[in-house]
């Protein structure tokens, strides 16, 4: 029950783009189809400069990086401050 509601309060009140980055970070594939359907930004950036398969990739989240790829998420996004790349 308590993982349920901390999913909620970490949703409440966020954007779809957030959204997305909290499902790659917890490596939920499923929610991540939905929000990258219901129109949420597959490019978006975090004030760290981070896409969502990047946060994906960095956590090892393997089925939340493929399903990003197969929405055709880029892959060779650098960050500005390393110019790390997802992969």
Same mark, same amino acid.
């Given at each position: 029950? !308590? ?10 009140? !966020?954007?779809? !783009?957030? &959204? ?6 917890? +490596?939920?594939? %499923? #929610?991540?189809?939905? #929000?990258? &359907?219901? =129109?949420?930004?597959?490019? @978006?950036?975090?004030?760290?400069? @981070?896409? %969502?398969? =990047?946060?994906?990739? +960095?956590?090892? +989240?393997?089925? $939340? $990086? ?5 929405? =055709?998420?880029?892959?060779? %996004? !650098?960050?500005? &401050?390393?110019?790390?790349?997802? #992969?």
């Amino acid at each position: 029950l !308590r993982r349920k509601c901390d999913k909620f309060h970490a949703f409440f009140g !966020r954007s779809l !783009r957030e &959204k997305l980055f909290y499902a790659a970070q917890a +490596n939920d594939s %499923a #929610l991540v189809l939905k #929000l990258l &359907k219901q =129109g949420a930004e597959l490019e @978006w950036r975090n004030p760290y400069d @981070w896409t %969502a398969l =990047g946060i994906a990739c +960095n956590k090892g +989240n393997y089925e $939340a $990086a493929e399903a990003l790829c197969a929405h =055709g998420a880029e892959l060779d %996004a !650098r960050d500005d &401050k390393y110019q790390d790349t997802p #992969l």
